[in-house]
T-cell receptor, first 114, second 112 residues
Framework: KAGVTQTPRYLIKTRGQQVTLSCSPI?????VSWYQQTPGQGLQFLFE???????NKGNFPGRFSGRQFSNSRSEMNVSTLELGDSALYLC?????????????FGPGTRLTVL | QKEVEQNSGPLSVPEGAIASLNCTYS??????FFWYRQYSGKSPELIMS????GDKEDGRFTAQLNKASQYVSLLIRDSQPSDSATYLC????????????FGRGTSLIVHP
């Protein structure tokens, strides 16, 4: 079974621009969660989508948004980029059949904001 | 108090030794526990999940859970240099939550 895929793998943007990242979950997984990982803050939860609805949200500003499509693929958008948005953005998919469902991560998108 | 705590390390062990990684959590009602391995520059990879008190073994890896003491540990037997990575502990507190909380990770170095 194919794993979680993310595109693009690398991005370089300048301050003020916006960016859209894409995530395709494992086949049959309907939950997609997004995380930001930086050396200083570790792995921080952004939001989770399930059945095209945002189910959980972390403590990030409204510049960070997402959506999920009917095929469970998800996109994350960051508007008005700031230098501090430079990070590894990870998505993880899950069946969400139970509270203890395992999450599987994609390879990540490395975003650099100049 | 942080929800999930791990010693940042680095933990340095010789090749062939047992590496012991520990994680404590604050929510006594937590139900699900996960260990991930993350190589530098890569994404986290799920190693094991554990839900019940006691030990769970998978190859060279053993997860140990003690809910009364609120800790979960990961033992790596016969450590190899290829095991050098950061190990992330994740805890799901249950009660309607589907999102685990991650610790900051412990860096493990296995030297030849």
């Amino acid at each position: 079974k194919a794993g979680v895929t993310q595109t693009p793998r690398y991005l370089i943007k300048t301050r003020g621009q916006q960016v859209t990242l894409s995530c395709s979950p494992i086949s049959g997984h309907r939950s997609v969660s997004w995380y930001q990982q930086t050396p200083g803050q570790g792995l921080q939860f952004l939001f989770e989508y399930f059945s095209e609805t945002q189910r959980n949200k972390g403590n990030f500003p409204g510049r960070f948004s997402g959506r999920q499509f009917s095929n469970s693929r998800s996109e994350m958008n960051v508007s008005t980029l700031e230098l501090g948005d430079s990070a590894l953005y990870l998505c993880a998919s899950s069946t969400r059949l139970a509270e203890g469902s395992e999450q599987f991560f994609g390879p990540g998108t490395r975003l650099t904001v100049l | 108090q942080k929800e999930v705590e791990q010693n940042s390390g680095p933990l340095s062990v010789p090749e062939g030794a047992i590496a012991s990684l520990n994680c404590t959590y604050s929510d006594r009602g937590s139900q699900s526990f996960f260990w991930y391995r993350q190589y530098s520059g890569k994404s986290p990879e799920l190693i094991m999940s554990i839900y019940s008190n006691g030990d769970k073994e998978d190859g060279r890896f053993t997860a140990q859970l003690n809910k009364a003491s609120q800790y979960v540990s990961l033992l790596i037997r016969d450590s190899q240099p290829s095991d050098s990575a950061t190990y992330l502990c994740a805890v799901n507190r249950g009660g309607g939550s589907y999102i685990p909380t991650f610790g900051r990770g412990t860096s493990l170095i296995v030297h030849p």
